[in-house]
C-alpha cells in the first residue's frame, strides 16, 4: 500500500462541490469522494496550524504531543506517523509545510529544525511570501522561483486592498507541491519501494490571492455571492476573543476588520478564497491522472483533508483564533482506495484528526504505537464496521495558541455530540465576562445565538460539560508505558 496524503491548510467543510458548495469548481475531489468515503463530522483538534498539525501527525492531543501554540517546537521524543511507516519499511517524503516547531526567523535559525521525523524526501516550504517574516534560504519553494528567474509578486487590486492577484498557476507554491509529489512517486516506482507522501500546500490560507484566472470566473457573479453569516449585536454575549478579533484578525486592530470592509470586500474576499480552493482541485486532477497513468491508483490510498478552516467574515471575522464554530474547525476528510475501500459512501460518523494516525497503520498493517491517543476508523471504512457510528463526542482545544490575545490570555476547549456544541472558556481567577457557548447545531446550524445561560438547555450544558471533564481527563499522555503492577 501507498499514501498519498493531502492536507490543505484553513480550509472549510464548505468549500468543496460534494459537501454541498455550488459555487467552487471542484471536480477532482468530488471524483475523489465518490470513489472513496467522505466524512461528514470531521473535527480538528485545534483551529490554528501548529496544535492541529501536532495533533493529526502524532495521533495525539495538542496538550500532550506538545505544540500547544503557534510558535513552540514539538517535543524531540514524540514519534510521528512518517517516522512508523519509515521504520516499517516506507519510503517517505513531503513538499510544503510540516510546521510542527516555531516558524518564524525571529528564532534565528535558517529553517524550521525537525525531529526524527521520517521523511526521507523533504522540501520543505512554510509559506510562499518571501516578505512575510520567514524568507528563509531553505525555503525549497523560494529556492525554485529563483532558480527559474522568478519573483514573488502578487500586487493588490484595485478595487480591494484584501485581496491580492497571485503569482500564474505554473509558479503557483501548490503547483510546485505537485511537481514534487509526482517526482518522488516516480522514484519511489522505479525503485520499487512502498511508499508515503505528505502534500502540505500553504492555500486556501490568507493571504487571500489566486492566480487571476481563477479568480476571473467569478467576477461576472460578485454580486450574487452571499455575505458573511454575520448578525449585529451577536457577538454581544459571546467571549471577547470574538469582540476583539471582531475590530482586527488576531486581536491586531484593523487587520481584516470586519466593519471597515464593504459588502463588495466580503464577496471578493470569498470568490478568491473559492478560487484558490479551484487551483487546489486542479491540481489534485495531476496527482489522480499520474496514479492512474502509472498503474498506481489501485495500489494507493489517497487522504484529502485540512488543518483547519477559516472565519471568512463568519460572526463577523476574518482568519482564525480561539473560538470553535463549525467554519473554524470542522473539516474536509475523503479518503479513497479502489478495490479495498468500497466507493461512494458519505459516513455521518463522528470522527477526529487524532485518529488519522492508527487508522492508517491499521491499513498498512502496522502495529499501533502505544502514545496514540486517536482511534482508528478502518474498519468503518472497509465496511467491516458501522458506516455512521465511531465516536461519541469530538474534542478540540485552545490553548494561548496564537501570540496576539494577551489581555485576557485565551483558554478555550470544545466538545460536540454532533447536535450540540459546548465551549468553555477557562479564565484565570479573578476574570469577568463570557465563560461559555451553547450551540444546538440542528435547529440553529447558523451559530448566531449562544445558548449557554440558556435555562432551558441547563441540562445539556451540565452534560455537556461532564463529557468535557471526561475528554479532558483521556488526554492523558499514556506515556511511558506501564511496566508492572506497581
Sequence with gaps: MNILWICTDQQRFDTLGCTGNEWVHTPNLDRLASEGVLFENAYAQSPVCAPSRGSFLTGRYPRTCGPRQNGQDIDAKERLLPRILADNGYYCGLAGKLHLSACHDNTGRLMEPRIDDGYHFFQWSHHPQPHHGTNWPANAYNQFLMQNGRDYLTPDREDCPYVQTGVEEEWHQTAWCVNEAIHFMESARIFGKEWMFSLNCFDPHHPFDPPAEYLERYLNRLDEIPLPNYEEGELNNKPVFQQKDHEGAYDTKDYYAY??????????????????????????????????????????LILFH?????????????????????????????????????????????????????????????????????????????????????????????????????????????????????????????????????????????????????????????????????????????????????
Design 306 to 486: 485540512s488543518d483547519h478552516g477559516e472565519n471568512l467574515g463568519d460572526h463577523g471575522m476574518y482568519l482564525k483564533g480561539p473560538y470553535f464554530y463549525e467554519n473554524n474547525v470542522h473539516v474536509p476528510l475523503i479518503i479513497s482506495w479502489p478495490g479495498k475501500i468500497p466507493e461512494g459512501r458519505r459516513s455521518r460518523a463522528l470522527v477526529e484528526l487524532t485518529d488519522l494516525a492508527p487508522t492508517l497503520c491499521e491499513a498498512a498493517g502496522i502495529a499501533p504505537y502505544e502514545g496514540f491517543q486517536g482511534k482508528s476508523f478502518w474498519k468503518l471504512l472497509t465496511g467491516e464496521a458501522e458506516l455512521h457510528l465511531h465516536r461519541s463526542s469530538v474534542y478540540s482545544e485552545y490553548y494561548n495558541s496564537n501570540i496576539n490575545h494577551r489581555n485576557p490570555l485565551a483558554f478555550a476547549t470544545m466538545v460536540s455530540d454532533g447536535r450540540y456544541k459546548l465551549v468553555k472558556v477557562h479564565k484565570q481567577e479573578g476574570e469577568e465576562g463570557c465563560c461559555g457557548e451553547l450551540y444546538d447545531l440542528e435547529e440553529q446550524p447558523l451559530e448566531r445565538v449562544n445558548h449557554y445561560e440558556d435555562p432551558k438547555l441547563l441540562n445539556i450544558r451540565i452534560r455537556l460539560l461532564e463529557t468535557m471533564c471526561d475528554r479532558m481527563a483521556q488526554t492523558c499522555d499514556p506515556l511511558p508505558v506501564r511496566k508492572s503492577c506497581w
Design 259 to 300: 466593519e471597515k470592509m464593504s459588502e463588495k470586500d466580503h464577496r471578493l474576499i470569498r470568490a478568491a478564497y473559492w478560487a484558490m480552493v479551484d487551483l487546489i482541485d486542479h491540481q489534485v486532477g495531476r496527482l489522480l491522472d499520474y496514479l492512474e497513468e502509472t498503474g498506481q491508483r489501485k495500489d494507493t
